[in-house]
């Protein structure tokens, strides 16, 4: 089956940055994409980016530009984001999920909570 | 930041139909983009619950339906359960490549 394995929960100072993992199994992990969703407390899911597992490329939300960086480790089917210069307003949960045939979301990871504080 | 707009709740009786709205533009719904349906339980992942506007992945009941037309689209759950109680979130795709969100949608079994 699916799965869908995220990195545990992280506390960051305002300006650092962080590294979120996500490995997945049950699949073939090079026939799809990887999106990265957000979701501050009490509200709702924000697209950060989608990475191509095949052959790396990225696409990003444009207010996330120049701050995020996603990445793909193919020898352990595990897919990487990235975010500096964190603020506290980054405070979320980050989730992984994979990309369907139809550009829906049909696999998702638990979530990774991110806390920003000084 | 969210594009696709859904009221903020809805609620019914348990055995009662319920609607719930996804409102986009010419950017994302109406170019043709498919609409996806998820349900997020408290504490948990969003869960798909509909893709392709309309059809489910194994395992969803068919009391879950999903429809399509012009900018907007439309989840339906006809006999409403108290496990039904959960936030729902619509998502598409727009001109710019990039996938979009609604607002979400609490729903709450009276």
């Known amino acids: 089956q699916v799965q869908l394995v995220q990195s545990v929960a992280e506390m960051k100072k305002p300006g650092a940055s962080v590294k979120v993992s996500c490995k997945a199994s049950?699949?073939?992990?090079?026939?799809?994409?990887i999106s990265w969703m957000r979701q501050a407390p009490g509200q709702g899911l924000e697209w950060v980016g989608w990475i191509s597992a095949y052959n790396g490329n990225t696409n990003y939300a444009q207010r996330f530009q120049g701050r995020v960086t996603l990445t793909t480790e193919i020898s352990t089917s595990t897919a990487y984001m990235e975010l500096r210069s964190l603020r506290s307003d980054d405070t979320a949960v980050y989730y992984c999920?994979?990309?369907?045939?139809?550009?829906?979301?049909?696999?998702w990871g638990h979530g990774t909570l991110v806390t920003v504080s000084s | 930041q969210s594009v696709l707009t859904q009221p903020p709740s809805v609620s019914g009786a348990p055995g009662q139909t319920i609607t719930i709205s996804c409102t986009g533009s010419?950017?994302?719904?109406?170019?043709?983009?498919?609409v996806h349906w998820y349900q997020q339980l408290p504490g948990t992942a969003p869960k798909l619950l509909i893709y392709a506007s309309r059809y489910h992945p194994s395992g969803v009941p068919d009391r879950f339906s999903g429809s399509k037309s012009g900018t907007s689209a439309s989840l339906a759950i006809t006999g409403l359960r108290a496990e039904d109680e959960a936030d729902y979130y619509c998502q598409s795709y727009d001109n710019s490549g990039h996938y979009v969100f609604g607002t979400g949608t609490k729903v709450t079994v009276l």
């Open positions: 049950g699949y073939t992990f090079i026939g799809y994409g």
């Open positions: 010419n950017s994302n719904i109406g170019t043709g983009s498919d």
């Open positions: 999920a994979r990309d369907g045939p139809n550009f829906e979301f049909d696999y």
